[in-house]
Structure formats: C-alpha cells, structure tokens
C-alpha cells in the first residue's frame, strides 16, 4: 500500500533524526555496520537468489552472481578502502606569502540520499549505492521499484538486522512515482540517486532541476558492439549472446546493436544462432516465464513488425510464427537491417537484438555518436592496436574490449549524455555523496598583515610588478 504525506513526512523525520546520529559515529562504526549488512546478505544469499529468480524469471545462478555477489563485493570493497578515502589530505602551496599555511581538503556527507532502486535489478543497484553513500555518513532512504514485490520486505530485514535503521544510517520507504515526486521536493532529501529508463531518468532529471536537487541518473541506453574483421568469432558469439539475453535482455547494459563487418557477417550470424539456442534450452529448464508489460510487449512488436516491413530478417529462437507470444522470454535476432534504420535509434530493454553489417566501422562509430546514447560499448578484435584507436572515438562511459556488460566495484560506473549523469562506484563515487571542504590554517604565533592587504603603496606596486614579470 502507498503511504500518504503524513506517514512519508514521519519517516523523512525519522531520517533526519538518524542523520544527526549517524553523521558523527567513528568510521570504524559504520564500516561494522556495512560489515554485519554483508553477513547478513550472506546467510540470506541462497533465500534472496531465489526471490529475485522467481520475480524476475532468471536462472539461479544468474540472480546469484549478477545482484547477490554484486552486492557482497561492493560491501567487501568499501570496506577496506572507505577509511582511507575519506582521509584529510594536505595540499601544499609554496607561493611567497603562503609557506606557513597549511591546507586541509576534507569531504563531510551531504545529509539525507534517495536512492530509486529500478524493477530490472530489485536487490543489487539499490543495495550497492547505499553501501558507499552511508559510509561517507550520509542516511539513505531506499525506495524500492513498485514492480517488485517480494525484495524489499527481505531488503527490509537486512537493514533491520544489521541495525542501519537504529543508527540513523538506512530507512526503506515503498511507494511508487507519488512517493519518489514527494522526495524530489522534500527541502530535508539533499540528493536523488535514480536508476531506470532513459525517458523516466528524463522526468526525474527536470523535477530535480526545479527543486533545486543534485542527482545522478543510471538512465540505461544498453550497449552497442563493434566486431571487428579480426575478431575471434566464436568467443565474440559467446559473449555477445550472454550480454543480449542475460535478465531477459532487461538489463542498462544488454547488448541491443551490433555492428559487424559485412565480410564476416554470414559466419558470425550461424555462430551467434547457436549460442543463442544454448542458452534458451538452458533457460527453458526453469518453468517460470517473465511477463512483460502490455507496453513493452507492443514494443518488441512495433519493433518486429516495422523491421520486417523494412526487408530485414527475423529469427525466433522458437521459431517463426505469426501467432507467437511475446509475454515469456524468446529471443529475437534481427539481421540484415540499414545502419541508419530508426530500430538503432531507440532502447530496446528486452529479449530483441539487431546485428548491422558494415563497411566502414571507424565511420559508423561517429555516426553512433550522433545517432544515440549508448552506456556502454563492447569491440572484438585480436588486434589491441586497432581496438583502441576505435575505444577513442566513441562518445560512452564504458568500454570493454573482447568482453561486455560487466562491472566491478573498484571501476566507475555511468554513462554519458542521455544514458548518465553522474558517477557510480569506485572511489570517484566519493564525490557524488560528500562535499568538499577546504580549511587553511596559519598559525596566529607567527600571523602578520598579508602583503597584498590595505594599503596599497607604491613600494607594493613595484613588488608585484616586478613579481609578475620575473618570478610568477
């Protein structure tokens, strides 16, 4: 159930209660907290995986690695490198008139964080975002997706176990876009963090800017692959069919387009087939099927329907028929399409791919630049050289050479343009979740009128003239 304002605006009161408790503990508290939360999600992990295979309609194995192991090495990470992030660091400056200064940058937390977790990875985005933004001392109120229904009471019992909402650090809120609107516009929510589709990242992006509220968006886009006449066909048929298919191809960095030059087009599309086929045996072995929304459904319809009036060729991995449902995962290759066909323009996020053959790939990759947003970028090719020249011209925040659609927890993540705004994970993530504070400190014994203060004598003029011209 919805919680009215007068039920949200006691919970934003309780976190901010808990952020000026939280915000003063002792690192060592708080990365005994992260610790207990990962503990927590270790015993549980087995229990979670299940949930998270059962709502999201994917392989045990793969609800494991891709958001339970997710989130324990994001805790592990941070919790061994958190300390030494957040130390003071001395900056020295050794101009005239400044050798007994000494300054200190310092990075204090923002206050109160809403973390929108997304539908398509209800555990491990949200969970891993508030990992590092509470040890840098900020609470977070985590809002899961209202399309998930049996991952935030579990989400709810770790928090509670590992006793984040009695120190101040966590606090879940449920609700759909009424509660996420209401946290938007709270004075007391000092950032949005915001994982989701490009169009809602879009919405979220304005109601941010109006209130006057920093934010980072994960707004998706998926991933666009180059494969090179050089490349190693098979393992790029491997890892291209994984990436496309792995979470039913709702995932921000599934591979949506391919871009393959036409010499090796014929070999590499019999190999991607067969990959193809592996893993929907494989996944046919699990009873459950997803089901997608009527709106996503009529998508991948649209889509279909327009390439195939186009010229282009379907592949049903269950085979062509009229009649096919489009409410259970089956993948869907789509070949034989123009570069410049308004398919590749827009996300898929689903079981849909289109593979493109080219002539001139450096030129096509320019021409992706323009065309759309793309998070991340994957390039096959043996040749190291060749690969990095191309990673250059490319407009995304990841790219990955020989592999595709990973992450790690010690590597920023985030895309550019439409697909991003801001930096998750990593060290660099520090500065999405403190402010920097710069103290300079010179001791009063040896404090004295600055030079460049009143007055201005003429003795002063010739200094820095002089100054200017021969020493600065």
């Not at 295979?53 to 994001?74: A, D, G, K, Y």
């Not at 996420?180 to 879009?202: A, C, M, N, R, W």
């Not at 028929?321 to 259970?328: E, I």
Request: net charge positive; charged share 25%.
């Amino acid at each position: 159930m919805p919680l009215d304002t007068i039920e949200l605006e006691k919970l934003v009161h309780k976190a901010e209660s808990g952020f000026q408790k939280w915000k003063d503990m002792d690192m060592n508290i708080r990365i005994k907290a992260v610790r207990q939360l990962r503990k927590a999600v270790q015993q549980k992990s087995q229990i979670l995986a299940e949930a998270i295979s059962i709502e999201r309609c994917r392989p045990f194995t793969e609800s494991l690695t891709q958001e339970v192991f997710s989130v324990l090495e994001m805790a592990k990470f941070c919790e061994k490198n958190y300390s030494k992030w957040l130390s003071n660091h001395r900056i020295p400056y050794r101009r005239p008139g400044f050798f007994r200064n000494k300054n200190i940058l310092t990075r204090e937390p923002l206050g109160i964080v809403a973390i929108f977790s997304p539908g398509n990875f209800p555990f491990s985005w949200g969970m891993m975002a508030m990992i590092y933004t509470i040890l840098a001392g900020n609470t977070v109120i985590l809002k899961p997706s209202e399309k998930s229904q049996k991952l935030p009471m579990l989400i709810e019992q770790l928090i509670n176990e590992s006793r984040l909402t009695e120190l101040g650090a966590g606090i879940l809120i449920p609700g759909g876009p009424e509660t996420g609107e209401y946290l938007i516009q709270h004075p007391s929510v000092q950032k949005i963090i915001f994982f989701g589709h490009q169009k809602t990242g879009d919405k979220i992006a304005h109601a941010c800017i109006k209130h006057c509220k920093p934010f980072i968006l994960e707004s998706g886009g998926g991933s666009t692959s180059f494969v090179l006449k050089d490349a190693d066909l098979e393992l790029a048929a491997s890892g291209l069919a994984w990436s496309a298919f792995y979470a039913n191809g709702q995932s921000c960095v599934s591979t949506e387009r391919i871009f393959i030059d036409r010499a090796i087009e014929e070999e590499f599309l019999l190999l991607f087939k067969k990959e193809t086929r592996a893993i929907w045996n494989d996944r046919r072995q699990n009873p459950s099927r997803i089901e997608f929304a009527d709106s996503d459904q009529n998508r991948y319809k649209d889509f279909i329907n327009t390439a195939e009036s186009e010229g282009a060729d379907i592949y049903y991995i269950e085979g062509k028929d009229k009649t096919q449902s489009f409410t259970h995962f089956c993948p869907t290759i789509i070949s034989k399409i123009s570069s410049k066909n308004k398919l590749l323009k827009e996300e898929i996020f689903g079981p849909l791919v289109t593979i493109v053959p080219i002539d001139d790939i450096p030129r096509t990759a320019l021409y992706v630049n323009k065309a759309f947003s793309t998070l991340g970028v994957s390039i096959w090719s043996r040749n190291t050289k060749t690969a990095m020249s191309l990673a250059k011209k490319i407009h995304a925040g990841m790219i990955w050479i020989n592999d595709s659609s990973f992450g790690l927890p010690n590597l920023p993540w985030g895309g550019w343009e439409k697909s991003g705004w801001g930096t998750l994970f990593s060290e660099h993530s520090l500065h999405e979740v403190t402010r920097m504070k710069w103290v300079s400190r010179h001791p009063a014994l040896w404090a004295k009128p600055r030079i460049w203060w009143n007055p201005y004598t003429p003795i002063k003029k010739k200094i820095f003239l002089i100054s200017a011209r021969y020493f600065l």
